[in-house]
């Protein structure tokens, strides 16, 4: 599996390439919205974007609207890992073709689950309480 | 939650805590939490050699989301999100940490105040934050972090003034 | 734990009011876990345990800390897509004319598992049907967020999919509200799965999901016998991946039978006829 994970913060990416890593996916990065694109129509495409809202150039809502706009990339997965909370900002990234969202801050296990939910890592089952 | 005070509408001290503190913990896990500090009202941040960070939100809430911290706290917090050693840590990483943390701040309580509005990139600077003389601080949260100085503050417009304000 | 004796006399009074027990190898969590209550005493540790033996208000907020299951909506998913897969369809055929199911939470914590299978009904039950979700728990406290039913935002981040958190919450400050009609459906009841269980009638499905790894093996045997009667008898339970009735003493080893969903164990009453394969 591969992550590309789209957020204009190095930190940020640092933490959520760590996460991902843990789950064996190969990682690309992108600082925002329009690099993101230009990696994918050169030919890496990723079986999902992490992607942050508020970026410089193109943000994470426009970019969702731009991956769905191509039918090409209609397997490419797309999670939201932003700030923004609202619940109508929400509803308008499930709407423009988001399959999930996470909100910051989230700790590691959340986006583990939410991939698991996505089906792009198998379920842990372990059920040990903590 | 919002409140109202003096015309203005800002959001609740215990919402700003809950909020900062979330993104302290989700960062920087359990083991060094933050801590309440008592500071005299009105008396500047008082580290040396700070960073500051701030967020405009513009919208259904217009106000101005500070966050300042003591260099070293700045630098461990770039460490511990990049997971370097402290002394790896360039000037450009801690820039870049601490818009993050502004901008989750800033980011969830633009979330608690009337909306539709949007926020900012982060802005960060090395020293203190500058305020600008058409807004008022309507919420300050000093707080203490491996023992260095933090301060999350509020700004909203100063009523009567024609914009939004930022640094 | 810094003091072994500490970590002992924390452990013996769980176990004195719970019947739960806390080996060594659990030092991190009671440590984790008390720390804060005695933090806000202005203590450290050790002589916040000192005052356990004689503030009993501290003694039961410690309770209430140590009984906690982490949990998060929908944990562990297999067991969710059991339900709605393979324990459903059966019931929905055979209570095609009371229509109405009754769901037990047992040692619900603060409500995420009752709250995800209210959301599985809302989504799966056919018009006119009617569903009850008992939750049970010994803590008092988190009956209180069950009632509730908020949840903070760093709670409703994980499990949960976005789509039911905007179609099942409302955002309400911080926190997300679970929709009225669900908490409508959800009833809880204070009570220690440990001491005999009061009127509770009996139940189609029983979720009793990472519990009994808390108990020692007589108190688990004696609460999976106690079971047995609260069950439908085409009903099912379900435990954690890493629990099961297979280390039971023999004779209660064999009324639970094993039915083998996908790679979710659902526990039946071994006395009931096999009406429906339940193979996924």
Known sequence: MRAMIIDDSRAMRSILRRIVSGLEFETSEAEHGQAALDQMRAGVVPDVCLVDWNMPVMDGYTFITEVRANPEWRDVTLMMVTTESEQRNIVRALAAGAHEYVIKPFTPDAIVEKLSLLGLVPASDQGVPA | MSVLTDEVEAPAEDDVRAVTEDVWLALLGEEEVLLPRQVPSGSPFDATGVWSAAVTVSGGWQGVVTVELQEDAARLLGAGMLDLPAAEVADADVADAVGELVNMVGGNLKSLMPGPSVLSLPAVAAGRAVFASDVVEVCRLDLAWRGGPVRVCVHVPRPGSSNGGSR | ?280
């Open chain 3, 1 to 280: 734990m810094t003091a072994p004796t500490a970590f002992a006399s924390v452990s013996a009074l769980v176990r004195r009011e719970t019947s739960m027990v806390y080996d060594e190898g659990k030092e991190y969590l009671v440590e984790a876990r008390l720390t804060p209550l005695a933090n806000a005493k202005g203590l450290d540790l050790e002589q916040y345990v000192a005052r356990l033996a004689f503030d009993a208000d501290e003694r039961r907020k410690v309770i209430d800390a140590l009984t906690i299951n982490e949990t998060s909506f929908f944990r562990d998913h297999t067991p969710y897509q059991a339900f709605t897969d393979a324990m459903l369809p059966p019931l929905l055929e055979e209570r095609a004319l009371t229509r109405r199911l009754r769901i037990w939470s047992a040692a619900c914590s603060s409500g995420q598992e009752a709250y995800s299978i209210a959301m599985l009904l809302d989504q799966h039950l056919p018009a006119g049907w009617e569903y009850e979700i008992v939750c049970t728990d010994i803590s008092t406290q988190m009956l209180a967020r069950v009632q509730a039913g908020r949840y903070s935002q760093v709670e409703v981040n994980r499990g949960l999919p976005a789509t039911s958190l905007v179609r099942y919450f409302t955002r309400v400050g911080r926190e997300w509200e679970v929709a009225e009609r669900l908490r409508e459906r959800v009833t809880v009841k204070h009570m220690n799965l440990a001491a005999p269980f009061p009127m509770l009638g009996s139940f189609d499905v029983i979720w009793l999901r990472n519990v009994l790894i808390y108990f020692d093996a007589e108190t688990k045997a004696d609460i999976l016998r106690r079971m047995l009667p609260m069950l439908a008898v085409d009903g099912f339970l379900l435990l954690g991946s890493s629990e099961t009735t297979l280390d039971m003493p023999a004779d209660l080893a064999a009324s639970w039978r094993r039915d083998q969903i996908g790679r979710v164990p659902a526990y039946r009453r071994a006395t009931a006829m096999t009406l429906s394969r339940t193979g996924a």
